[in-house]
């Protein structure tokens, strides 16, 4: 006769099964806010050094902050009121011209034009989408605007407050994890828009002396696909070409190499001058990074998943620095 055990479950794991199904379904109900919360704090960590800049030359944090966003806000209207008309004038005599691109490239090249755009639609969709949920919305831009204000207004009681809620050492266990997520993300961020920014100007001197028409647009496109790992560079380059050949099949190939000597100049140069401060990683594990990012959310996954990446690396790090056998 077989006896049977018995299983006793205390009342300890119970409430702690709850409490973590609880977590659970709270992260995802609030998941929204939390995304926008995390890009606050990229913009924070980006932002911080020069907020303490200014902090550092007896200039209240409050005026520093707000001194940065009128530059940033003021950087960025100038600029977009500079391109914009520009911008239109170019692109509109760019689409106006499609189908004589189309008649030209046909009979070499044998391009579907309605197959292409039918491939590319699913794409531009999910562009769009993201650029109107991010930047069209006033409300959303506004949240993390004033997310990002107040974290930078509190940036330097982090310390104080985290004591104050975990004690001491777990306290300052949380405040390094914290910094070094901080100091990852606000390095990749500010290599980024160096990046973007060699980039887009490369493109575009490169562009004007091909004699390329359409140069400001597709040099502006160069930067901000730079910003896509790995398909950004090879994306923003397929324009250029196809403007390339409507004018001769020398100066489509001569687009091919330009672009060429730039992804060889931003591989073995660029990038490792821009980012010799940052958190790097292996081109397998941003490739993969990418990839799963893509599956679970899209495009929008698939441009924070290195961010995701360099938060999960740092915070991994320090946890196994303070364990025991390493302290």
Known sequence: MHMVSKIEISHR????????LAGIWLILEIRDLLFLF?????????????VESLETRRIPRVISILFIYILVIGLVAVTVGGLVPLLVTQTTKLIANLPKIEAMIRPYYQLDLKALTQQLAPVSQDVLKVTLGLFSNITTTLTILVFTFYLLLERKFMEKHLIETFGKTAGMRVADT???????LGSWMRGEFVLMLSIGLLSYIGLLLLGIDYALPLAILAGLFEIIPIIGPILS??????VGLTISPTLGLAVVALYIVLQQLENNFIVPWVMKRAIGLSPLVSIIAIMVGSRLAGLTGALLAIPFVITFEQILKTTLASTPENS
Do not use: C, D, Q, Y
């Not at 914290?178 to 990852?184: D, I, M, Q, W």
């Open 178 to 184: 914290v910094k070094a997520v901080e100091f990852g």
């Open 13 to 20: 794991t119970v409430i702690f099964t709850i409490a973590l």
């Open 38 to 50: 995390f890009i606050a704090f990229i913009l924070m960590a980006s932002l911080r050094p020069f």
């Open 237 to 242: 380059a397929v324009p250029a070409v196809l």
